[in-house]
């Protein structure tokens, strides 16, 4: 009896665990469609410099996806806009 206990809590770490995993994973997965643009050129950028080129094209690329992905974040307002409170001035 006290084995399948124990082989239950086994489990039980297990999944939680994959949920864990799961949850890290899609948290990655929104911030790389939100900057990536902008993670996109500033490795386009060290790729170049690294290889003896300019990268100052690619770098210029991902400043402006950066101030762009920051404006939209701007928009989307805080915390407070999504739970329905109106913020304070």
């Given amino acids: 009896m006290q084995r399948q206990s124990k082989s239950r809590q086994l ?3 297990m ?3 994959i949920i864990i995993v799961a949850l890290i994973a899609i948290a990655a997965i929104a911030v790389y469609g ?3 643009d902008t993670i996109r050129g500033q ?3 060290m790729t170049q410099e690294l290889a003896g080129e300019s990268g100052q094209k690619s770098l210029d690329k991902a400043k402006g996806a ?3 992905a920051g404006t939209v974040a701007g928009e989307k307002g805080t915390l407070g806009t999504y739970a329905g409170q109106s913020e304070k001035k």
Avoid: H, K, N, W
């Fill in 11 to 13: 489990g039980q770490g």
């Fill in 15 to 17: 999944t939680e665990y």
């Fill in 34 to 36: 939100f900057f990536g």
């Fill in 43 to 45: 490795m386009g950028a």
């Fill in 66 to 68: 950066a101030t762009s």
